[in-house]
């Protein structure tokens, strides 16, 4: 028997894995209906149909464009076309809203096929939301976007849709475009005459289908139960004979050019020394340690051995076993990464315990004998890694400004999780930030820093507030972009795009819950991008996952049509065809340098996690983490 218009036959669909992102420039979804390959062709007969034509003057032909409050738009014109693009609202997504004329087809169970001309700028994906027998906002597979330039077709099968105006305004579906906006010149939609029993194909000519969500499986699993032996590895004198690169390293010519003579004195005056122990099984993980001294050795009988960093196995009571990353003294660092470079896709995982890199406890930044997670006493300064020549002076170290107070530059960090372009080692706070893909990290700026512009974000309400009123212990979550990896976008449910500039946190952490309550955190690459994840009890907003994914080559900040890469992203050589190669030059008081080849086509750079506290002239404290895992995507 045919179906009529008003009463097809429901289509069940495969579904995938569900994915919920709270704001990001990407959002990824798996869903019942898909976007479909533009080698389809129509198996079943086309029935009534309703489209538009976009512009200034709406062409409409039993379908309307309907503006909202999170769908507003406005027209353009765009590679000589008509056209109406999302404009931002107070909404965080962008969306388009179309209602169906009743005619059409209204409240059944229809087999519907959409296409949409949409013009392919950025990065970015959308999708529709669609109107449907479970849900008046199903979801369609995501398109995603190449920054051609051009225009292109994207066809979706809409195998369940109910078209009852029970979405915004009344409308039947809607595309969402994230916080990146999309821009249409056309939208058809088609409900399929389906007399065969055939879930019928839907024609389209250029679409740019989001890949199957990744589905993991386990590799590696660290608990902890067994004890690190670092004590059986050596304390190394790093010569810096094999620097990570000769600019900004801890021996780097940076410092030369700002410093000039002073920056060698300095560090004829020091000694750093390393320490890695390859643990867990297979040796798939390294802990890896940075000390340093002025003068004197670095063994079993060293007077300041309670000084050094450490990574030790523990038990923790209602936790059981646990590693605790322990920096005593700002001059060391102690972090856990992977000893092999990561597979090209993949999910790293673990469980934070406790943390004490400073903040706020029991209303206070001084507690325990310390001062925002830093010791008293002695001086505690950024020397000799400065860019002043008047801030260092190699005969008094203590004039150099100080990590604890200065107004400044003082603050204590952690790093929660971080991607690194070469296999980690603690260095100085500046070779890091030269070198990082994303993080995920704790920043407490003491109160004689300025801190205006610093927020925390309310996911529940959308609102943010004051980093001034916070517990100092938040969650920043963040993409290095560019062609030299300086330029930082922070995350957070709060802003309409990524934002650059000063710290935006995405949510605050509750350190007097833990370990009772603890946190988790993952970062995970697949073919959308690197995708930053958070979950745990949080102030304000409790129990919440926090998930943002950022392709590899992306708008910048919102930045439609910019095409900006998250640095380094390629960890094989075809991925990537150089065109983000350059050059940089430093200029100092003492000269100018060069470097060619930042970025050249033929180079990789694996990927590397870091957790721990990583630099060696800032930051004090020690946390306990647990369950680090390896996923890999199944065959």
Not at 73 to 95: D, E, I, W, Y
Not at 206 to 222: G, M, N, S
Request: hydrophobic letters at 35%; charged letters at 25%; glycine letters at 8%.
């Amino acid at each position: 028997m045919r179906a009529t218009t008003r009463n097809h036959r429901r289509r069940s669909a495969v579904t995938a894995l569900s994915v919920v992102t709270l704001g990001a420039s990407l959002l990824l979804a798996a869903t019942p209906a898909a976007a479909i390959p533009a080698a389809a062709t129509s198996a079943a007969a086309d029935g009534p149909s309703a489209s538009i034509i976009l512009g200034e003057v709406n062409e409409e032909n039993g379908l309307r464009q309907i503006e909202e409050g999170d769908g507003t738009t406005a027209p353009v014109t765009v590679g000589g076309r008509s056209a109406r693009k999302t404009v931002q609202t107070s909404a965080p997504a962008q969306h388009m809203y179309f209602q169906v004329d009743d005619a059409v087809a209204f409240d059944g169970a229809f087999v519907a096929c959409l296409q949409v001309e949409y013009f392919d700028e950025g990065g970015a994906t959308f999708r529709v939301q669609y109107d449907s027998t479970s849900s008046a906002y199903g979801s369609t597979g995501s398109v995603n976007r190449t920054g051609s330039n051009t225009w292109k077709t994207a066809g979706f099968e809409l195998m369940d849709a109910r078209f009852a105006n029970r979405e915004n305004g009344g409308a039947d579906f809607r595309v969402e475009a994230g916080t990146a906006g999309v821009t249409f010149h056309s939208v058809k939609l088609t409900i399929i005459q389906d007399d065969d029993g055939v879930t019928p194909p839907c024609a389209a000519a250029d679409p740019e289908p989001e890949p199957v969500p990744t589905r993991w499986r386990l590799k590696y699993d660290e608990p902890f139960e067994k004890r690190i032996r670092t004590e059986a590895s050596p304390w190394v004198l790093d010569d810096y004979s094999e620097p990570v690169d000769d600019f900004n390293d801890d021996n780097g010519d940076l410092y030369r050019l700002q410093l000039g003579p002073k920056f060698d004195a300095a560090m004829a005056t020091m000694r750093t020394y390393r320490q890695e122990t390859k643990f867990g099984r297979d040796g798939w993980l390294t802990a890896s340690l940075s000390t340093r001294e002025s003068g004197g050795r670095v063994d079993d009988s060293y007077t300041d051995a309670a000084e050094r960093p450490s990574i030790k196995t523990e038990k923790l009571e209602t936790a059981g076993a646990v590693a605790k990353i322990t920096v005593p003294h700002y001059t060391g660092g102690a972090i856990i990464r992977n000893t092999e470079p990561l597979p090209k896709y993949y999910r790293i995982e673990y469980d934070l315990k406790t943390l004490d890199f400073g903040g706020l406890r029991n209303g206070s930044l001084f507690y325990d004998g310390k001062y925002n997670g830093y010791t008293l006493g002695e001086c505690k300064t950024f020397y000799p890694w400065v860019g002043d020549p008047n801030d260092i002076d190699p005969a008094d170290p203590c004039a150099t400004r100080s990590v604890r107070e200065d107004s400044n530059e003082a603050y204590n960090a952690f790093h929660f999780m971080s991607i690194l372009d070469f296999p980690a080692m603690p260095r100085n706070l500046a070779m890091y930030h030269w070198h990082r893909k994303v993080l995920m990290d704790q920043f407490s700026p003491a109160p004689s820093r300025n801190t205006d512009g610093y927020d925390v974000c309310n996911s529940l309400t959308g609102e943010k507030y004051p980093w001034d009123q916070s517990n100092r212990t938040t969650v920043n979550m963040l993409y290095f972009t560019g062609s030299l990896g300086q330029s930082q976008t922070f995350v957070t449910s709060c802003d309409r795009r990524p934002v650059s500039g000063v710290q935006k946190s995405a949510v605050e952490l509750q350190p007097e819950l833990m370990p009772h309550k603890d946190y988790a955190f993952a970062i995970e690459r697949t073919e959308a991008g690197y995708t930053l994840e958070v979950s745990g009890v949080f102030k304000n907003v409790g129990k919440q996952t926090y998930r943002f994914t950022r392709g590899f080559i992306d708008d910048d900040a919102g930045v439609v049509g910019a095409n900006v890469p998250i640095f380094h992203y390629n960890v094989d050589a075809e991925e990537y065809d150089g065109q983000f190669n350059t050059s940089h030059t430093a200029r100092g008081a003492f000269g100018s340098k060069t470097w060619d080849n930042q970025w050249p086509a033929g180079s990789a750079y694996p990927d590397y996690f870091v957790i721990g506290e990583p630099y060696t002239n800032v930051g004090e404290g020690q946390a306990r983490i647990d369950n680090i895992r390896l996923y890999v995507p199944k065959k």
